[in-house]
């Protein structure tokens, strides 16, 4: 059974910074994409931040330049650096895994680390 679990998450001033960790497991699965999505309060998910398979990074417009996705040294963690927070982007962060299982592709959710931007 695959597990996904975050950490990292809690309250920060406005231009404040904090690493988001997400570990896969068993380490021994094939992933493929890694993302980030998050969740506002009485908004839908939205998609953060991706990290294809191949290495390709894409973020969306509103944390462009200052969010940045990596995979770690252990392929199966992925961390979300995010530097210059805002009030608007406190929310519960998801790290969404997409892995092979040879004859076909599944995603798989963390619980969420909740993220408050606050003075």
């Known amino acids: 059974q695959v597990q996904v679990v975050e950490s990292g998450g809690g309250l920060v001033q406005p231009g404040g910074s904090l690493r988001l960790s997400c570990v896969a497991s068993p380490s021994t699965i094939t992933i493929l994409n890694m993302a980030w999505y998050r969740q506002a309060p009485g908004k839908q998910r939205e998609l953060v931040a991706h990290?294809?398979?191949?290495?390709?990074?894409s973020y969306s417009d509103s944390v462009k330049g200052r969010f940045a996705i990596s995979r770690g040294d252990a392929k199966n963690t992925v961390f979300l650096q995010m530097n210059s927070l805002q009030y608007e982007d406190t929310a519960v962060y998801y790290c969404?895994?997409?892995?092979?299982?040879?004859?076909?592709?599944?995603?798989?959710w963390g619980q969420g680390t909740a993220v408050t931007v606050s003075s």
């Open positions: 990290l294809s398979a191949s290495g390709r990074r």
């Open positions: 969404n895994i997409q892995v092979d299982h040879g004859v076909d592709y599944f995603d798989y």
